[in-house]
């Protein structure tokens, strides 16, 4: 089993492929589609559902997980993170993939034990999991953080707890 | 000049293939794109990704002009109808092709006369300005006035009201 975890941004999209299940997954891939600022949003928004089909067709994972939006300050960051969203769902359903949402908070919550953990517990604790040798990028941190728990969620003891959404 | 006019939505997309200038524009085709409830909201923005592609590769638009997001009703709207235009911002840019923004209550106030123009007025005065045979479809009027708007943002006496914004 494939999962390709994604952290959904404009700019800075983090990505993870995990191969295994919930008791033992080692990262096959990780890091971070960048887009510099001077590309328009609608540049930008393409060359990340490139970048992820290109890497849906290298690692072709059986499943997709993202995380869910929880908290947003404005309505145009709302927009924007909508936006966000669209591209790793547009690359996941050309290549006929399910793709899974995951609040936030709950998956920090089964990473590190709680709720509001900051980025580097994120990142420290997806490093002792997959024992990478580094610590990664926050954002591909949280993209596999996102795709561990996605395997999670497969676990009795987890699933309820992660509420996995189809979107 | 061909310009592609696009009413973003997840599940009904309205699009508008225009000739011509801001004096004299002929509709090449319109229509609405339309997804079933039961797709996944990321099959359903894939798909109006692909139909959008294909009308591209179809009909050759030098240029594509969406409607802005002004008045939203809640987070979860504005998410929505982030992600609703990521769909047609992607198959621009996939196809080289500039996008420009135009505040929905400027398009009307183009088309019509006023900001606050209903949904049959625009169909109205759309089917008046193009000569069509038939009242278009209300999604498809929309994008037929935004494609009508950018051509007029072109004329001088009314580029300063439109305020085009590339997105």
Same mark, same amino acid.
């Given at each position: 089993?494939? /999962?390709?975890?994604? +952290? *959904? ?5 983090? !990505? ?13 891939? =990780?890091?971070?589609?960048?887009? *510099?600022? &001077? ?6 928004? %393409? $060359?990340?559902? /490139?970048?992820? &089909? ?6 072709? *994972?059986?499943?997709?997980?993202? %995380? ?6 404005? !309505? ?23 793709? =899974? ?7 920090? &919550? ?21 024992? @990478?040798?580094? /610590? ?12 561990? $728990?996605?395997?999670?969620?497969? +676990?009795? @003891? ?10």
């Amino acid at each position: 089993m494939r /999962t390709l975890g994604i +952290d *959904p941004a404009v700019r800075n999209t983090g !990505y993870a492929l995990l191969e295994g299940d919930h008791t033992n997954a080692r990262a096959l891939d =990780y890091g971070v589609i960048s887009v *510099p600022a &001077k590309i328009p949003q609608s540049g930008a928004l %393409e $060359a990340v559902c /490139t970048g992820l &089909k290109n890497l849906i067709t290298k690692w072709e *994972p059986d499943e997709v997980a993202v %995380e869910g939006i929880i908290f947003v300050q404005s !309505y145009r960051t709302a927009i924007s993170m909508g936006a966000a969203r669209a591209a790793p769902m547009i690359a996941a359903a050309s290549h006929g993939l399910k793709i =899974y949402e995951y609040a936030p908070k709950k998956v920090k &919550k089964a990473i590190v034990g709680k709720g509001n953990a900051d980025k580097h517990q994120v990142a420290f604790m997806v490093r002792a999991l997959l024992k @990478l040798p580094e /610590t990664p990028p926050s954002d591909a941190a949280d993209a596999l953080a996102i795709a561990i $728990a996605h395997l999670q969620s497969s +676990d009795p @003891l987890k699933a309820s707890m992660l509420e996995r959404k189809q979107v």
